[in-house]
């Protein structure tokens, strides 16, 4: 603040003196680093940063996205830090080192790995991670725990010709490995703890998803949390027991499985995912949605839903490109030809 010391922003391999008044953006230009901008008032978002250390001034992060202020985004242009910031750009993430400590298998074609933390690894409940071979072969993965975690869980669905999956399920424990990140946004972030929650996981989509439950359960989020776990096979709804004994465990929260072909599982609705999503995203209170899992079916909900009427700012989303897809929950499979 004017009339104060200087801080210091650690950027890269850089530290940067940032003068009293003085913004971030200003700062950089004065030290020759480049970074985009154009507006210079907080409207075009295209100096857009992330704090991994340090506190955020609120008037920086106006226009942010809540998801992306629980994260340490800021804007430059309008960021005049009153303490040291460790900054990077979006997006960006160190590759880190890990090994594979643990595999178990949670359904005959989804395994969990369990790797070991990097020291120097932060992370959000929701986020994910891209793993690399020595190879160089890289594949993303979303987080299924919390930070403190004893490893970082990862849910992995086996494809008969995944380069990575398939490796992945044959791989010696002590496979040295590694990531990069975290990146993504579809975290907890309500400043209501009253709201209520529409969590959304199709496939192994649902991996994330009970992580940001566990972590809106630990801040002590009191609105309902409704959980939908979806597949086109009954037997595909790997954490649904475990998730019907959080709901037991927690009486905001409720656990709804559906799959076209229930296959007889004891508690799996019959149908397609839309029709569901549509009926609970109705009612008085307008819900934060989070959904995760294949491309062309987050897609589709996030679409639905925005024309239903809620607005894009309460819809988070983590879309799975891979190199094949499942048949959608929601979207039924072509017939054989």
């Not at 074609?109 to 409940?125: C, K, Q, T, W």
């Not at 970082?152 to 399920?169: C, F, K, T, Y």
């Not at 009486?251 to 995912?273: D, K, Q, T």
Request: hydrophobic content about 40%.
């Amino acid at each position: 603040m004017p009339g104060g010391r200087p801080v210091a922003l650690t950027f890269g391999d850089r530290v940067l003196d940032c003068q009293p008044g003085e913004t971030v953006l200003e700062a950089f230009e004065r030290h020759g680093v480049a970074l985009s901008s154009s507006c210079r008032s907080g409207t075009c978002q295209s100096c857009m940063l992330q704090a991994v250390k340090g506190s955020v001034p609120a008037a920086a992060a106006v226009g942010l996205k809540p998801a992306w202020r629980e994260l340490g985004y800021l804007l430059a242009c309008t960021c005049r830090p009153s303490g040291d910031l460790v900054l990077q750009r979006v997006g960006q993430g160190l590759e880190l080192p890990t090994c594979l400590l643990e595999r178990t298998w949670l359904s005959e074609e989804v395994i969990r790995l369990g790797l070991e933390p990097p020291g120097d690894f932060s992370f959000r409940a929701g986020q994910f991670v891209n793993l690399i071979r020595d190879d160089g072969l890289s594949r993303p993965y979303s987080l299924a725990g919390l930070p403190g975690d004893d490893s970082l869980e990862l849910h992995v669905r086996i494809l008969p010709d995944g380069a990575m999956s398939s490796w992945l399920a044959d791989a010696p424990l002590g496979t040295q490995l590694r990531l990069r990140g975290p990146s993504g946004d579809c975290v907890y972030a309500c400043d209501d703890r009253e709201h209520r929650l529409l969590l959304v996981g199709i496939g192994t989509g649902i991996a994330p998803l009970v992580g940001v439950t566990r972590d809106a359960l630990r801040q002590d989020h009191a609105g309902p949390i409704q959980i939908v776990h979806a597949a086109v096979r009954g037997t595909q709804l790997y954490l649904l027991e475990p998730l019907q004994q959080l709901a037991r465990q927690h009486p905001n929260v409720s656990v709804f499985g559906i799959a076209l072909h229930p296959e007889g599982v004891p508690g799996v609705l019959e149908g397609e995912l839309q029709g569901l999503v549509a009926r609970l995203a109705g009612g008085a209170s307008d819900p934060r949605v989070l959904l995760c899992g294949d491309a062309p079916m987050v897609n589709a909900l996030r679409r639905q839903l925005f024309l239903s009427g809620v607005s894009l700012g309460r819809i988070g989303a983590d879309a799975f490109v891979g190199s094949a897809q499942a048949p959608s929950p929601g979207l039924r499979p072509p017939p054989p030809g």
